[in-house]
C-alpha cells in the first residue's frame, strides 16, 4: 500500500527574486487549512495570500534515484517543483497514526557564496530515510558529498514559520 502526505508551502515573486518557504506536513486538508489561517494573517504571507501551494508527496518515495549531473546552485535549488501524482493506490499518512516524519534532503558548499541543496523525500520511519541515503551515496553526484545528506524529524500539523518573514 502506498502512502500521501499533505504539504503546504508559500512561494511568491516579487520585483526582485521568487522565494518559497516550506510551511509544514499534515495528514489531512483540514490540517492544510488550520497551518493556512494560522500563516495567511503573518507578516509577508499575509501580504502575498494568493501564493499558498499544497502538494502531496507519496511517503517513503526516493527522488533523484540515478543522481545528478549538474550543480544547480543556490538560485535553481532543486526542490521538487510539484507534488507526486495519487491515485486511487494511494491513502493518506493519516491511516498510519505517525505524529513525525523524516525529511531527507542533500546539502553542499560549492563555494563561499555558492550552495547546492536536493530534497530527496519524506519518509515515515528513521530507518526508511537512512536506506534511502544509503542507496543514494554512491550515486552521481552524491558520491562526491556523501557526507552531506540531512534528516530532519517533523512533526506533523505544525507551522514552521510562525512569525513570518
Known sequence: MKYFIYALNHTYTDESHTASKFLGFCNSVEGLEKLKSKAVILPGFRDYP???????YIMDKVHWNEGFQEVIGEMGRDYIEKGDVIDENCIS???LGLNTVFSVSHYYTIHTFLDDERYIGVFSSLEKAENAIEELKNKSGFKDYQDDFDISELDLDILFWSTGF
Open 50 to 56: 494568493e501564493c499558498f501551494v499544497t502538494d502531496c
Open 93 to 95: 499518512v493519516k491511516e
